[in-house]
């Protein structure tokens, strides 16, 4: 499929970009085995945890739905994003009772005796539409915990959804969160077509449908967060692209891509379909379109790319492992954290819902000590401890078989 990706105005830094990727998402090497010590013994840091803060008035529609209806449907029904993605992860069965923002921040401050510096936001829905975004965003700043939040960041860019949602413009509003020093903005971009991002990624409100452009306004939230600085720290980067799922509709653009964004110190993230919530369907879409061998080439590519650039040689991929984020850090994620879903349940990371990477039913039966030193992610120590996607909508063996052809192709080259 062509795609014709449209890049938002933002100018090539003048250094190499070094870190690959956004601050405090993954820790280096040197961090694995760090302990604190609890009653007289030492455990294993939990230095992150993803979460999901829900919206006051969502939790309380979900968790006491009207008669004739469920939790489920509700969920569904009333699901607090802007925004209608086919393959949105986090939109899963619920199985507890929805979380308040008072049971979230006791589940962090819990976290944080076990060592906690960073948390990443995943939903429900956008957290920067969220009504109490300013006072959650000031309890992370209290805390010092650096707060990764996951966003379309069309609101960002919108003075449409700026208004509807904090009565300021999109500079306001974008200057007002970029006055936070705790701050990481995680913004989607799986591609930069503009039709294929209108057509993918659609308004659930109908009202708004025709009165702003996704791609035009997340196109314009980059130019003002890169304008504000977020990609101005070589060893610090605030912003980072996040291209998940990368798709049959999507990848003929996602090298360009990948190479744009290294280029203005921005790490991309790219990888296949979550093994969660609606992504299950997406998963299966991938196969059936012989998706395998493109995304195959298209990792070789991107590390053909970053050696070339300067930024990265073999001797360190051969080091590190090929990254299931394609060219970015290796994840770390199994190694130092988990997930608290937002009904509680606790998972050991969210790209796979399915019975085998649930750690326990609800946090709040349960001290998040126990928890963890009950995970098996807590019995991990690696730099790259691979994906829970691995040999599902990752492909078998595919870091072998990457790091093989690299090394190959280089030889030929070389000949």
Known sequence: MKVNNIFPNVPEV?????????????????????????????????????????????????NDPPIGKTAVS????????????????????????????????????????LGLESVKFLGPGEL??????????????????????????????????????????????????????????LVGGCSFDPKIENKYIPTRDKELRDKFDYHASRNRAIEMLCDAGMNSDPNKQRLAIVSSPVTANTIDGSLKLFKWATERNIPNYVTTSMVSGMGHGLVK????????????QLAIDIYKFLIEAGIMDIERIREEGISSY????????????????YDGEVWRCPGNDTPGFVVHNNVREAPLLEIWL????????????????DGISIPAEFYDNILDRLELELKIKEL
């Open 374 to 389: 009950n995970s098996a992610n807590y019995q991990i120590n690696k730099f790259n401890n691979g994906c829970v996607k």
């Open 14 to 62: 003048n250094f190499i970009p070094q870190h690959l990727g956004a601050w405090k998402w993954d820790f280096p090497a040197e961090r694995i085995g760090e302990t604190v010590e609890i009653d007289g013994e030492k455990v294993k840091k939990m230095l992150t945890i993803d979460i999901n803060i829900p919206e006051s008035s969502f939790a309380g529609l979900v």
């Open 285 to 296: 879409k991938q196969y059936e379109l012989d998706f395998e061998e493109k995304y195959t």
């Open 128 to 185: 920067v539409a969220n009504p109490k975004l300013f006072e959650i965003l000031d309890e992370f700043q209290k805390r010092n915990i650096v707060v990764g939040i996951f966003t379309k960041a069309a609101i960002l860019g919108s003075d449409v959804l700026a208004k509807k949602y904090h009565s300021c413009s999109a500079v306001e509003l974008v200057e007002r969160m970029t006055d936070y020093d705790n701050i990481t903005f």
């Open 74 to 113: 509700m969920f569904k029904e009333n699901y607090p994003c802007p925004h209608a993605c086919t393959g949105c992860f986090n939109n899963a069965t619920v199985k507890n009772s929805i979380m308040t923002l008072e049971e979230v921040i006791e589940v962090v401050d819990q976290a944080i005796e």
């Open 326 to 341: 394609i060219g970015t850090n290796p994840c770390n994620q199994l190694t130092h954290g988990l997930y608290i879903h």
